[in-house]
């Protein structure tokens, strides 16, 4: 985990969170430093983590995402891999600044842990919110940070990934089109594209994930924090 100090240097604070992975019970935070004298500190608390409840859907897809041919396997691969490389980024800098604000003024057509068969075949859990948005609703940042990937890839259409240091991730799928390139350096609330339907998706909308540190977390919980 990741700390940042308040503006007068008093107050310590970072983010963390439990995946859908994470096994019900009691979990052990501890924390650790040497003070200013050299003295060694440590903190520790038990934290009960339930069991979440979520509800199943049955969708219909365009055939090519369920059963792929021998070049679109090729191409799911590619992404694969090229993914594993971005998601590994971890800059040590906290590039992010305030609260985190919803991508687009919407409402939430889908939640975080849905169960979903696609095409009475292929078994997925959903690991972001959807925005029901009709095609070419312009998309912004919910903070800042650097463009990590801006393309278009097999399952999630036209993808931006952005870095807001620290090991926190945004992503922000299906566009029809995307406005940023990689590298670029993105303000709180900049236009990153437009809304769309590519990729694995139903119909026209927006989906948008968070990964901290490898794991994916509800988004909900990170827009919903009141952070200085």
């Known amino acids: 985990m990741f700390f940042s100090s308040d503006s007068q ?82 800059t040590p800098e906290r590039e992010w600044a305030g609260s985190f604000r919803p991508p687009v003024k919407a409402q939430i057509s889908d939640v975080f842990g849905t169960s979903r068969t696609f095409n009475g075949k292929v078994q997925s859990v959903h690991q972001g919110l959807d925005y029901a948005v009709p095609e070419g609703t312009a998309v912004a940042a919910v903070n800042s940070g650097t463009v990590l990937l801006a393309q278009p890839l097999y399952f999630e259409g036209n993808c931006v990934v952005l870095d807001h240091g620290q090991g926190l991730l945004t992503l922000y799928m299906h566009l029809s089109k995307i406005e ?22 139903t119909g026209p909308h927006l989906h948008v994930a968070v990964r901290w540190q490898g ?4 988004p909900e919980t990170l827009l919903s924090l009141q952070l200085p």
Do not use: C, M
Not at 58 to 81: C, F, G, H, M, R
Not at 183 to 190: A, F, K, L, P, V
Not at 215 to 218: G, I
């Open 180 to 201: 940023v390139k990689e590298g670029d350096r993105i303000t709180s609330g900049q236009k990153l594209g437009v809304s769309g339907g590519t990729g694995r998706a």
């Open 9 to 90: 240097g008093k107050v310590w604070y970072g983010l963390a969170g439990a995946s859908l992975e994470t096994r019900p019970g009691n979990h052990s935070l501890e924390l650790k430093g040497v003070a200013a004298t050299g003295k060694d500190l440590s903190f520790q608390k038990q934290i009960a983590i339930g069991k979440g409840k979520y509800h199943s859907i049955a969708a219909s897809v365009p055939k090519q995402y369920t059963e792929p041919n021998a070049e679109q396997l090729q191409k799911i691969d590619q992404d694969k891999a090229l993914k594993e490389r971005v998601f590994a980024h971890v």
């Open 215 to 218: 794991v994916y977390l509800n």
